[in-house]
């Protein structure tokens, strides 16, 4: 079956980095638009970033964009988010996402599979 699994997160102090890796299996990754959301305590999922299948094509909310870096290598079926500058309202869960829709936007229900999370604590 399907499996999305991030891994990379973690507790780091403001102004630190991380990167987020998410191994997906079960499926043709390179045909599928690839994406990043989070949820941060209290607050509904929103959508971080997103890439195309075959790593162009990128889209990020505002708040991270210069901070954050989305990329994919389809040969180990991974998509990767490299988080710089890090600060207090970045602290969520992030989660990758995958869509067979090619344009597939920032709305949750576009994306066909889920992985679980993985946490991320920034201090300050």
């Known amino acids: 079956q399907v499996q999305l699994v991030e891994s990379g997160g973690g507790l780091v102090q403001a102004g630190g980095s991380l990167r987020l890796s998410c191994a997906a299996s079960?499926?043709?990754?390179?045909?599928?638009?690839a994406a990043w959301f989070r949820q941060a305590p209290g607050k509904e999922r929103e959508f971080v970033s997103a890439?195309?299948?075959?790593?162009?094509?990128?889209a990020y909310i505002d708040s991270v964009k210069g901070r954050f870096t989305v990329s994919r290598d389809n040969a180990k079926n991974t998509l990767y988010l490299q988080m710089n500058s890090l600060n207090a309202e970045d602290t969520a869960v992030y989660y990758c996402?995958?869509?067979?829709?090619?344009?597939?936007?920032?709305?949750?229900?576009?994306?066909?599979?889920w992985g679980q999370g993985t946490q991320v604590t920034v201090s300050s």
């Open positions: 996402a995958a869509s067979s829709r090619p344009l597939a936007g920032y709305l949750d229900r576009e994306y066909d599979y």
């Open positions: 079960g499926l043709t990754f390179s045909r599928y638009r």
């Open positions: 890439i195309g299948q075959i790593g162009g094509n990128t």
